[in-house]
């Protein structure tokens, strides 16, 4: 149980003393420093009126080990998110971080991908990754780049590396949002999400390529979700053909004019 660590590194953490915590919970300070020590056990009465003052359910405070989380993951609990009071069931999601304590970005090659459909929850498989930092991203948040294959999201061309943002709760995707996701049977795919998962527990994926059919997947059939955040890729988009031809076909019709109007002042 992690509740006298807990409560004592949340306290410091909002820079407060036990003097200011005690007061707020009608408390003496002895008493709370006896149940950060560990020298006094809560009743459950404690444990609700702690879970109150930090805004974390029981279950959090008891179960987890706040002091081993990464930044980004404790900035989600305080914004709200925390899984226990959803109701959700517990993702856990492997990272790693550096010397600092600040999280890395790890990279799943097109290499990696097949073995990331089964490892990507195994800390073991995820700290053998390649890592890197994007100093212009966020150190609140948490972030993967994969590699992605094939034509569905050109103009985005063949093995990008697309970096997204990892999302906790899968009903704040918006439609339209390019997200990769991790499912058991299609492993990693790119693409345009429709979000049906309130109504229907579903989401439905689009492809920038308008060659390859919209399909929807069930939401039980999904493991992770990523929201776009950008791509790096060593290949020149493709020239647009459409928007060149249509130049062309313009300077042409100018010409038509200007000989027309010639004709008719003669």
Known sequence: MYFNSNIKFLRKRKGRTQDDVAFSLDMKRS???GYENEVAKPSVEVLLA??????????????IDLTSLPESQLVQLERGYDVYIKGSSLRVLATTVDN????????????????????????EYIK??????????????????FQISGDSMLPIPDKSFVTGEYIDNWNFVKDGQPCIILTMDDGIVFKIVENKIQNEGKIKL???????????????DVKEIWKFVNYISSEMPDRNIEKD?????????RQEVRAIQMKLNI
């Open 31 to 33: 008493t709370l420093s």
């Open 206 to 220: 689009y492809s920038l390529n308008t060659l390859y059919e919209p399909y929807e997947i069930d939401v039980k």
């Open 128 to 145: 053998v990754l390649p890592t890197f930092k994007l100093p212009f991203l966020s150190r609140e948040r948490k972030y993967r780049t």
């Open 100 to 123: 600092e304590n600040e999280e890395n970005i790890e990279l799943v090659s097109e290499k990696a991908k097949a073995g990331y459909t089964s490892g990507f929850s195994d800390p």
């Open 245 to 253: 031809e249509l130049v062309s076909e313009m300077k042409a019709l």
């Open 50 to 63: 702690f879970s109150d003052y930090f805004k974390l359910s029981v279950d959090t405070l008891i179960k």
